[in-house]
């Protein structure tokens, strides 16, 4: 333009002609606005959606001056697989894709970093702030778990997950029968008064692994040397991780827990049973299809079609509780196809032994799947450098021990990698610390009846308790960031503040440990939970619980637990990756076969086998659906997912009002209808922190509601 203007002075103005497109806004989607009126049709939204989350949502139609981004057959968003990551939005360099929720906010003012605590991948976030509240917040580029990603929770839950109108801010105590809010003195006082008229086998702590190492630490500490109770436990349902080191323990197996995000793409074959991946762990999907891309194999193994499905090699869509026998039957036709490298190890004999006496004939009868295809898997697997990968949906029944005996035996014979994962925040971390404490601790399962049976009389709650309507004790404290079902009954109530507004450690799936810090002043009265039960424990007198800053307690934590020693705040500052120190050299052994008999579970009175994943919208006690509508969109925990012949059978449609009956109870939910379910079976996600027997598969009869 420069040079036109010195070259032709005489030309004062030159016409673009524009042409508005007159696109109308797409509002129809949870969180985030389309304007096609802005679009340049870069493309960036397109690349970003097909090559790095491999969801292929939108796309370019029409052609020429027609051509526009958009989905098949200008369908809503949600009905065409997108999950709502937010990286079109982040990608977009003109505002055609707008967050819905920051367009009429001022511009922020500052900005600063923290972990992710709505999973157990802790990915690094940029929050923007203005005048010290949070806008929004955005998956940082320099994060070392997530590189520059983040998935729906991440991206959009943050600032309403904060900031809830069920936030408690003041600390309470029941007087008269009604709770009344009291300076943080006298709480801590009522609450000491009378915990001490109780004796330590009488009072239950259960923790959350949804809290930061230093606050856990101190709760096993407070239960130990304060009031000298066994009885502290978490009480979120048992996951993967804790599932596969109970029965590597009781065989005498140490496998390593570690492992580094990137080392899944490294794999020529991954193997993935018993989750939706591309759900429960977004990031460590994005792995999977990065070595997907390279051109490894992937094998799914699954009831249901995942997410994702499209891009396996072989889905394996087993009949649910005979995962053990196609794993074992893996097992034999590596070895029949001498595959193995020679190695002997302790248990092969006995093992191979075992193997000997499965049939191709039975295996077919119990999964379901046909020889072929059984074959093929295996010889899928025999072709690298392996990876396995699993979640729920191996231990949600009685068979925990032989499916994941038989996915070990697999995966030590293959030489390949087994991947437990951990489902919450701080699971691994809550988990190195009981494991390695030395504490003997009751289980949650025994707490609960202990408190049904009257011999625990005061109960201290850190995090929700499912089916807690049945939990009735003499004295209860709450301390949580939420209001809940059981906030209300409490005796006490302690404001905890929210990992925004406090410091501390997370450490996330992969055992990598995060130092997180806070962003904003706390709410209220609201306290970090190390410094609620550190105030709580000076009341008996402890000098040693007084600690100024969390640091002070990571300092203790890394001199009590020898898994923490590596752990360096000033050298995590400078990006140097530090991980759970694994003590124990792992041994490698074959487990012995555990053979379950599968029985058929329905009948003529429940046809119907119901199954459920675990539901990780959650925040503590705050359950996402119900503070934010989009997530009531997209993964409302009132679905009940049914195969559409079934559903025509029952005389079902989508949005029907049911009732799904149990020998054990009866939910009331939402029919709908989806291809990815099988015949016969009833998919739901339920939270576990609400309903307890969400976990194992029941035989169920489905009822019109009323």
């Known amino acids: 333009m420069r040079r036109v203007q010195i070259h032709y002075p005489q030309i004062d103005k030159i016409d673009f002609p524009s042409v508005y497109r007159d696109y109308e806004v797409r509002r129809d989607d949870p969180f985030f606005d389309r304007n096609y009126n802005l679009c340049i049709l870069c493309g960036r939204c397109v690349r970003v959606c097909h090559e790095i989350r491999g969801a292929s949502t939108v796309t370019f139609v029409f052609r020429g001056s027609h051509a526009v981004v958009g989905t098949v057959l200008d369908r809503p968003l949600q009905e065409v697989g997108c999950q709502f990551c937010g990286a079109c939005v982040d990608v977009c360099p003109t505002g055609a894709l707008t967050e819905r929720a920051i367009k009429y906010e001022p511009l922020p003012d500052d900005q600063a970093k923290t972990i992710c605590p709505l999973c157990s991948m802790g990915c690094e976030l940029d929050v923007m702030l203005n005048k010290g509240r949070i806008l929004s917040t955005r998956p940082s580029k320099e994060g070392a778990v997530n590189l520059g990603q983040a998935c729906v929770k991440g991206r959009f839950a943050i600032k309403d997950t904060v900031y809830s109108s069920q936030r408690i801010l003041k600390p309470m105590i029941r007087r008269r029968k009604e709770l009344e809010e009291v300076s943080w003195d006298e709480a801590l006082d009522f609450v000491a008064q009378r915990l001490k008229s109780y004796k330590g086998k009488e009072i239950g702590l259960i923790q959350s692994p949804q809290i930061s190492c230093e606050g856990n630490f101190l709760v096993e500490r407070f239960a130990r040397e304060v009031v000298k109770s066994q009885n502290v436990d978490f009480s979120t349902g048992i996951s993967p991780l804790e599932a596969f080191y109970e029965t590597a323990h009781k065989d005498k197996v140490k496998p390593r827990f570690n492992f580094k995000r990137e080392e899944i793409s490294e794999a020529d074959v991954i193997l993935l049973a018993g989750l939706n991946l591309a759900v429960s762990h977004p990031i460590l999907w994005l792995e999977v299809l990065k070595a997907v891309r390279k051109g490894t194999k992937l094998i799914m193994v699954s009831p249901d079609e995942p997410l994702g499905g499209r891009h396996t090699t072989v889905c394996l869509r087993v009949k649910p509780g005979s995962e053990a026998s196609l794993f074992n039957y893996l097992s034999k036709r590596l070895l029949k196809d001498e595959q193995a490298d020679g190695r002997v190890l302790e248990g092969q004999e006995f093992f191979t032994t075992d193997l000997a006496k499965l049939t191709a004939a039975k295996v077919v009868e119990s999964t379901g799947i046909d020889e072929n295809t059984l074959n093929y898997a295996a010889r899928l697997l025999s072709e690298g450098k392996s990876c396995f990968i699993f979640g729920m949906g191996l231990i949600q029944d009685s068979r925990i021990e032989q499916n994941l005996a038989a996915l070990w035996n697999l995966a030590l014979l293959n030489k390949g990698r087994i991947i437990p994962l951990g489902l919450e925040t701080n699971s691994r971390g809550l988990f190195e610390i009981k494991r390695k404490s030395g504490q003997k601790t009751k289980p949650f399962d025994q707490i609960v009846q202990e408190v049904k049976g009257g011999q625990i009389k005061a109960l201290y709650l850190f995090?929700?308790?499912?089916?807690?309507?049945?939990?009735?004790?003499?004295?209860?404290?709450?301390?949580?960031?939420?209001?809940?079902?059981?906030?209300?009954?409490?005796?006490?109530?302690?404001?905890?503040?929210?990992?925004?507004?406090?410091?501390?450690?997370?450490?996330?799936?992969?055992g990598r440990m995060q130092s997180f810090h806070r962003v904003i002043e706390p709410l209220g009265d609201a306290k970090p939970d190390w410094w609620i039960v550190s105030q709580l424990a000076l009341r008996w007198g402890k000098k040693d619980f007084l600690y100024k800053k969390s640091s002070d307690i990571l300092r203790e934590l890394k001199k009590a637990i020898p898994a923490f020693s590596k752990v360096s705040t000033s050298a995590q500052k400078g990006g140097l990756p530090r991980f759970i120190q694994e003590s124990d050299k792992e041994k490698e052994k074959f487990m012995p076969l555990k053979y379950q008999e599968r029985t058929e579970l329905t009948s003529k009175t429940y046809p119907f086998l119901l199954g459920s994943e675990y539901n990780l919208d959650y925040y503590r006690s705050l359950i996402l659906s119900d503070e934010i509508k989009g997530f009531e969109i997209i993964r409302n925990p009132r679905w009940f997912k049914l195969n559409p012949k079934d559903a025509k059978r029952l005389d079902l449609e989508d949005g029907d009002e049911v009732e799904v009956v149990s020998p054990v109870g009866k939910i009331k939910g939402i029919i709908r209808n989806t291809d990815s379910v099988p015949e016969g079976m009833v998919r739901s996600c339920l939270f576990w922190i609400e309903e307890p027997s969400s976990s194992p598969l029941l035989p169920v009869k489905i009822k019109r509601g009323k």
Do not use: C, I
């Not at 809940?484 to 005796?491: L, V």
């Open 463 to 510: 995090g929700p308790v499912p089916g807690n309507k049945k939990l009735k004790t003499e004295f209860l404290v709450v301390q949580d960031s939420y209001l809940n079902k059981m906030s209300e009954r409490a005796d006490a109530v302690f404001p905890a503040a929210t990992f925004a507004e406090s410091d501390g450690m997370f450490v996330n799936v992969e």
